[in-house]
């Protein structure tokens, strides 16, 4: 079948396909032309693997479009096995040159102290781009791959990509909304926030933990390689949030090296003042680079009153013109 350069997917049959999976399927495994897929207003119960690229997805509105599964990381597979976390994602895209605009994303299982993690977004790939979507879940919803090299415990990286190359790869979010509660942007890539709202939701209980420490949630948990110069970079972000104030961290290390920057966000009174968490990983503290440049909001009274982490930086102006995302694309 010949492929035209757009196609259609509508629930209502004014598309030219019903479902998001059968307009994928129809382009060739081999593309190498620009393709668009435009999706209006709908709830796609599907679960996604994209790999072909030069792939534009667009829904007609964010609010409307909405692709939604609910694999989650406890789940008891047929072999008996438990699914583990990179089986979980609801959409994956495992290739490079691909656009996401205007939808939402969503893993609906439920909090983690329930199902464990559950992906809403796994991304593994270059220049992949997103712009006014929502990516939406609980513990774990956005994953930016690759994995690091290892697990650390056993059949940690149990799924599609466990045994493949590491590919370093660099993502675009520009006006999105992302929300969840545990460790809810996690992994490896460089990737470059814009304009987007990070909200930390507060859930009824979590782990034993964290109720006894007054933790309610991890924002970010990057795992930078070692060789690597940027890893998460949130610029004029906006970091919301209906947890309590002062119970929320904006970071801990996945791995050694991890690099989060966040350049001129508003921090919601949720955040912690210690702003970032060591993950009981201090030989961190001197590989990490959790660093930030005018931080404004209740969350950035910690750096005015001297209590965030001294193995976090507050980054001078000439340092902070270094993460523009041309620069950052650039070196990466």
Same mark, same amino acid.
């Given at each position: ?35 668009? +897929? #435009?999706?209006?207003?709908?709830? %796609?119960? /599907?679960?996604?693997? *994209? ?8 829904? !007609? ?123 809810? +942007? #996690?992994?490896?890539?460089?990737? %470059?926030? /814009?304009?987007?709202? *990070? ?8 782990? !034993? ?124």
């Amino acid at each position: 079948m010949e492929i035209n350069n757009r196609i259609t997917v509508s629930k209502d049959w004014k598309g030219d396909y019903r479902t998001i999976k059968e307009a994928l399927n129809a382009i060739p495994d081999n593309n190498s032309a620009p393709v668009k +897929i #435009f999706i209006y207003n709908g709830i %796609y119960e /599907e679960k996604l693997v *994209i790999n072909k690229p030069y792939l534009t997805m667009e829904g !007609e509105s964010a609010e409307g479009t909405i692709i939604t599964y609910s694999d989650y990381a406890r789940m008891v597979m047929p072999d008996g096995e438990l699914r583990g976390t990179f089986r979980t994602a609801t959409v994956m895209i495992d290739t490079h040159n691909v656009a996401v605009k205007n939808i939402t994303i969503r893993n609906e299982a439920g909090p983690g102290y329930l199902v464990g993690q559950a992906i809403a977004l796994y991304v593994d790939g270059d220049r992949l781009e997103f712009d006014g979507c929502r990516i939406v879940g609980n513990q774990d919803t956005l994953f930016t791959g690759p994995l690091p090299l290892s697990p650390l415990v056993h059949k940690g990286f149990v799924g599609p990509k466990e045994h493949a190359p590491r590919n370093h790869g660099r993502q675009y979010f520009k006006d999105c909304y992302i929300e969840g509660n545990v460790d809810f +942007i #996690f992994g490896s890539a460089t990737t %470059y926030f /814009e304009n987007c709202e *990070i909200f930390t939701k507060c859930v009824n209980r979590m782990e !034993e933990h964290e109720n006894q420490t007054g933790v309610k949630g991890y924002i970010t948990a990057p795992s930078t390689p070692q060789d690597k110069e940027y890893g998460y970079v949130f610029y004029e972000c906006n970091f919301t949030s209906d947890c309590p104030p002062k119970t929320v961290y904006l970071g801990r290390p996945w791995r050694n090296y991890a690099k989060v920057v966040l350049i001129r966000c508003h921090l919601g009174a949720h955040i912690k003042e210690e702003g970032w968490c060591d993950w009981n990983k201090e030989d961190a503290h001197e590989t990490v680079l959790f660093g930030e440049f005018e931080s404004s909001g209740s969350g950035a009274e910690g750096i005015l009153t001297g209590r965030r982490v001294p193995w976090s930086k507050q980054l001078m102006k000439d340092e902070s013109l270094l993460y523009s995302r041309d620069i950052v694309y650039n070196h990466s």
